[in-house]
């Protein structure tokens, strides 16, 4: 699911309902306005189990017109938060159809402007309600056909197989066309998605003979290979890990801009985060594999079989952080593997100190429900044995598919299979603040690799004398890469005369790991270093090169016109850093193409636009910021940021605008501008304004 991260939970009076009445079908007709507003119909088909006064259908600022039941035109109640219905309606198989007009706040996003706009939804944990009438609660299941009016020049993209358009529909809207998908098993709501743009997609076939679509925007053509590298490897490797074949029909990835979090596990079409896109050099600084894997895990973990409240959330969340290591020791190796439970073990031991909400608990952190609940799991299957817990996996996905569960549910088919003391590990591992740590460091010690790592790790006080040789034996050997980094950052507060010899020896492992810990090892470049380090620029990662260009641009001004002509053209990642950054030097460095500075400030200024995601803004804004405080050129921008659907991103606006106000010269400016802004931003920035 969303690699960061929201949690789900179902409303008690709602809840009860599921005992009262099944909906077994939907079908949704979907079209859009200009602005974010969203019109369609819908026909539900919906068992009444046992009598019920009134049936409520979750549906947020909405208004609704056409409303029949078994064809009759009914009366019902609206409250703003639900579609109440209260007559019409029989015990046994029952018919519902309406016209709907919504005015989503969130859970659905418009970002860009005509022929660049892209509308996805973002439905974790109950908000798919604020663009279609559905159901928050969890545990109400439904099989969705989704049909999505929209123009021509664009794509439209849903759960499930695309299909002829459904019965259910009017005429096709002028210069639109229609785009239709069906699921075929049923789905918990917030798992229902769209994604409308401009997208190109390649295709291939799983072991098992399931479509796999990667979905990429067409000028993002050549980033193809490395954004979705190993993904059928790593699709054929969880569905044979799993034990059970993959619950549905077709799989796809679509990545979007400005998304929420990293990913999302939409039941056969997940969206992920733009940041991932990448070549083959920004693949070596940030890359789709743990999302990739972490998001198809879920269609087996969370999409098929669902918990039953947010209490039981790590049975969704730590299953599938545990299966995306899995899938990253396939690909990577054992040694990768337990670095990785490693990092996230000192990670959890670090926040038990304040961090006191167990697993079993609905409060629980992301950091317990996806990371603590990984290792959880990892010790089961360590201790179970992999063959048994493979068992007890396959055993319990067969009998709660597309079903609800709760953690004891899943425990009782490990008892099933073993003898191991599944109640002493509940109250450890689930039911306890802590972190085991003393057990998760027996696990990790099994592995040569680690006990060496440990072994380099105890020497950090160690004077240098005393562990040259063995540093120069290890930096000359095949050791995995962390023992090579642990040896540089040792040497971070040693005197250069005495490790320039250790780091010479590391610069020429051409590890690029390894290089990169040399880059930030000291604050100042020494003089007969420097065209060692120079070769840092060449290096397959951009965050190394951003680390290395802003060092020697700003220690060897005399050569800034070198570094510049070097570095001119550079891109960098998703958030341009490698461009930002060199812009910013060009019109700081004196004399340095004079007649272009312009253009270049101008380039600058454009990347803190609303035309752009809002982390090549942030970025943008920093630098202009950095260059001239007193710059106001940039400030619209800024107070644009108030308002998108980013919280990180208005966050950052908001608390710049709020350190800026306390000079009266842009306090003025705020002022001056409020009237000239729409009505949104006005709003938003008046208030910090009011602000005492």
């Known amino acids: 699911m969303r690699h960061l991260f929201i949690l789900f939970f179902s409303g008690m009076v709602f809840a009860q309902q599921t005992r009262f009445v099944d909906f077994k079908t939907a079908e949704a007709g979907i079209s859009f306005g200009l602005n974010p507003r969203v019109h369609g119909e819908a026909a539900?088909?919906?068992?009444?189990?046992?009598?019920?006064?009134?049936?409520?259908?979750?549906?947020?600022?909405?208004?609704?017109?056409?409303?029949?039941?078994?064809?009759?035109?009914?009366?019902?109640?609206?409250?703003?938060?639900?579609?109440?219905?209260?007559?019409?309606?029989?015990?046994?198989?029952?018919?519902?159809?309406?016209?709907?007009?919504?005015n989503p706040k969130q859970a659905i996003y418009f970002v860009g402007k005509n022929e660049n706009t892209q509308i996805w939804t973002q439905g974790q944990g109950k908000y798919t309600s604020h663009w279609f009438p559905s159901f928050d609660d969890v545990n109400e299941k439904v099989i969705f056909s989704v049909n999505i009016y929209h123009p021509k020049n664009f794509n439209a993209i849903s759960n499930g197989l695309a299909k002829a358009p459904g019965s259910y529909l009017k005429p096709e809207i002028a210069n639109n066309m229609i785009s239709s998908y069906k699921m075929e098993k049923p789905m918990s709501s917030y798992l229902l998605m769209l994604a409308v743009g401009k997208f190109d997609h390649r295709s291939e076939k799983s072991s098992s003979g399931i479509p796999l679509e990667y979905y990429y925007a067409p000028e993002d053509s050549a980033k193809f290979e490395p954004t979705y590298r190993y993904s059928k490897r790593i699709f054929d490797y969880l569905e044979k890990e799993i034990g059970v074949a993959y619950p549905w029909q077709i799989y796809r990835q679509i990545p979007v801009r400005d998304f929420l979090y990293g990913g999302m596990e939409n039941t056969t079409s997940t969206l992920f985060n733009m940041t991932y896109v990448v070549d083959d050099i920004g693949y070596n600084d940030i890359n789709y594999i743990n999302v990739n894997a972490h998001e198809l895990a879920h269609q087996w973990f969370g999409d098929m079989v669902t918990a039953k409240s947010g209490k039981h959330h790590w049975l969704q969340e730590g299953f599938a952080t545990y299966f995306a290591l899995l899938a990253e020791q396939e690909l990577f190796g054992e040694d990768h593997f337990n670095y990785r439970l490693y990092e996230i073990a000192e990670q959890l031991q670090q926040a038990a100190k304040t961090d006191t909400i167990p697993i079993l608990n609905e409060k629980a952190s992301t950091l317990s429900f996806y990371q603590k609940g990984a290792w959880a799991l990892h010790v089961l299957r360590e201790n179970v044995g992999h063959e048994k817990f493979r068992k007890a996996l396959k055993n319990y996905l067969g009998k709660y598919q597309f079903k609800n569960v709760e953690t004891d549910?899943?425990?009782?088919?490990?008892?099933?299979?073993?003898?191991?003391?599944?109640?002493?590990?509940?109250?450890?591992?689930?039911?306890?603040?802590?972190?085991?740590?003393?057990?998760?460091?027996?696990?990790?010690?099994?592995?040569?690799?680690?006990?060496?790592?440990?072994?380099?790790?105890?020497?950090?006080?160690?004077?240098?004398?005393?562990?040259?040789?063995?540093?120069?034996?290890?930096?000359?050997?095949?050791?995995?890469?962390?023992?090579?980094?642990?040896?540089?950052?040792?040497?971070?507060?040693?005197?250069?005369?005495?490790?320039?010899?250790?780091?010479?020896?590391?610069?020429?492992?051409?590890?690029?790991?390894?290089?990169?810990?040399?880059?930030?090892?000291?604050?100042?470049?020494?003089?007969?270093?420097?065209?060692?380090?120079?070769?840092?620029?060449?290096?397959?990662?951009?965050?190394?090169?951003?680390?290395?260009?802003?060092?020697?641009?700003?220690?060897?001004?005399?050569?800034?016109?070198?570094?510049?002509?070097?570095?001119?053209?550079?891109?960098?990642?998703?958030?341009?850093?490698?461009?930002?950054?060199?812009?910013?030097?060009?019109?700081?460095?004196?004399?340095?193409?004079?007649?272009?500075?312009?253009?270049?400030?101008?380039?600058?200024?454009?990347y803190a636009s609303a035309d752009f995601e809002t982390e090549v803004r942030q970025n943008a804004i920093e630098?202009?910021?950095?260059?001239?405080?007193?710059?106001?050129?940039?400030?619209?921008?800024?107070?644009?940021?108030?308002?998108?659907?980013?919280?990180?991103?208005?966050?950052?606006?908001?608390?710049?605008?709020?350190?800026?106000?306390?000079?009266?010269?842009?306090?003025?400016?705020?002022?001056?501008?409020?009237?000239?802004?729409?009505?949104?931003?006005?709003?938003?920035?008046?208030?910090?304004?009011?602000?005492?």
């Open 623 to 692: 630098n202009l910021i950095f260059l001239d405080k007193s710059d106001k050129n940039y400030l619209p921008f800024l107070v644009n940021g108030l308002v998108s659907h980013k919280w990180q991103f208005s966050k950052f606006a908001r608390d710049k605008i709020r350190a800026q106000l306390k000079k009266q010269n842009h306090r003025e400016y705020y002022e001056a501008l409020l009237e000239s802004l729409p009505a949104n931003e006005k709003i938003q920035l008046d208030k910090l304004l009011k602000e005492k």
């Open 409 to 606: 549910e899943f425990l009782a088919e490990i008892k099933k299979v073993s003898r191991y003391d599944v109640d002493a590990f509940k109250r450890r591992w689930l039911e306890a603040s802590d972190f085991p740590i003393q057990e998760a460091l027996a696990l990790l010690k099994k592995n040569r690799f680690i006990n060496q790592y440990f072994a380099v790790a105890e020497m950090k006080d160690t004077p240098l004398s005393q562990k040259q040789k063995q540093f120069e034996t290890l930096l000359a050997s095949d050791a995995f890469y962390p023992i090579k980094e642990e040896i540089v950052y040792q040497l971070q507060d040693v005197p250069y005369n005495d490790k320039k010899a250790l780091l010479l020896q590391a610069m020429r492992t051409n590890e690029w790991h390894v290089r990169r810990a040399v880059s930030s090892n000291f604050p100042d470049v020494p003089a007969d270093f420097r065209s060692e380090y120079e070769t840092l620029l060449d290096d397959p990662s951009y965050v190394t090169r951003e680390i290395a260009l802003n060092k020697l641009w700003s220690q060897f001004p005399e050569e800034r016109v070198t570094f510049l002509d070097k570095s001119d053209g550079w891109i960098g990642l998703n958030d341009r850093n490698l461009r930002i950054l060199w812009l910013a030097m060009a019109l700081r460095t004196k004399d340095y193409r004079a007649d272009k500075k312009s253009m270049y400030y101008e380039e600058l200024l454009l």
């Open 44 to 102: 539900y088909t919906f068992n009444v189990i046992n009598r019920i006064d009134t049936i409520r259908i979750d549906a947020v600022n909405m208004e609704f017109s056409h409303l029949t039941i078994n064809g009759k035109a009914v009366n019902f109640r609206n409250s703003n938060k639900q579609l109440l219905l209260f007559e019409g309606f029989k015990k046994g198989n029952n018919t519902l159809s309406f016209d709907y007009t919504a």
